[in-house]
């Protein structure tokens, strides 16, 4: 009987007589889990598979490998162009996010490196870097211009994060970028209340005056004069 298969189709038959090839979404994921970057660059290179899949659970081949260690499958898939290195998880998360969240400095700085956007709508990679205490990350972050008081959907800053982890170092590095102590989340939470819910009173009382020093310099954070620092 005569079968048409297509270019993948044929791709694929011949890879599923090479052992341990991979040859399906759930080997490619497999594979990159593992840092089994034969299989990897196999299936990328030859277009067996979109490297824009996703697995079940939303993430691209990329955040996998970052989630795993799998530090050659990285290097690789940062440096192939086929690449989307901004692209999202079913949580809007991207590389970049994940690798500062697991504080991963040199993915992060090579991501960078190879385009991946900084600042983005909504939560940031320095949120996730501040809410794990990042400094380095965070240090690298701003010099590459990230938006110090970027906001998150519910309005929640960086600097909150760090707050609310109770990271004195972190926030005083914040306010000294230029972060705004002043605004209030919808939960009606500024970052002193997040350091007191963290139970470091310390770091309150020193967010507490830091931003009666903000408003005496240039009113409330919504009426920041254009010059004033972020």
């Avoid at 189709?9 to 080997?27: I, K, W």
Wanted: proline share 3%.
């Amino acid at each position: 009987m005569n079968i048409r298969m297509t270019t993948i189709g044929l791709l694929l038959a011949v890879f599923a007589t090479q052992p341990g090839a991979a040859t399906t979404v759930d080997d490619l994921f497999s594979a990159a889990s593992i840092d089994n970057l034969r299989d990897v660059r196999r299936v990328i290179q030859d277009h067996v598979i979109d490297p824009k899949v996703t697995d079940l659970r939303g993430d691209t081949v990329l955040i996998v490998a970052i989630r795993n260690d799998a530090t050659r499958v990285i290097d690789f898939l940062i440096a192939d162009k086929s690449t989307d290195v901004d692209a999202t998880n079913v949580s809007n998360e991207t590389a970049m996010m994940i690798a500062a969240y697991r504080n991963k400095r040199e993915v992060v700085e090579k991501l960078i490196a190879r385009g991946a956007e900084v600042n983005r709508t909504g939560w940031t990679a320095l949120h996730y870097a501040a809410s794990v205490d990042a400094r380095d990350i965070v240090g690298m972050l701003l010099e590459h211009a990230a938006y110090v008081d970027a906001e998150s959907p519910n309005k929640t800053t960086p600097l909150m994060m760090a707050a609310r982890g109770g990271f004195d170092a972190l926030c005083h590095q914040l306010v000294e970028a230029g972060a705004d102590p002043t605004p209030i989340n919808q939960r009606d939470l500024t970052a002193a209340d997040f350091a007191k819910r963290a139970n470091n009173g310390e770091l309150a009382q020193w967010l507490d005056a830091q931003a009666g020093t903000w408003r005496t310099k240039y009113g409330t954070s919504a009426t920041r004069p254009a010059g004033a620092p972020h």
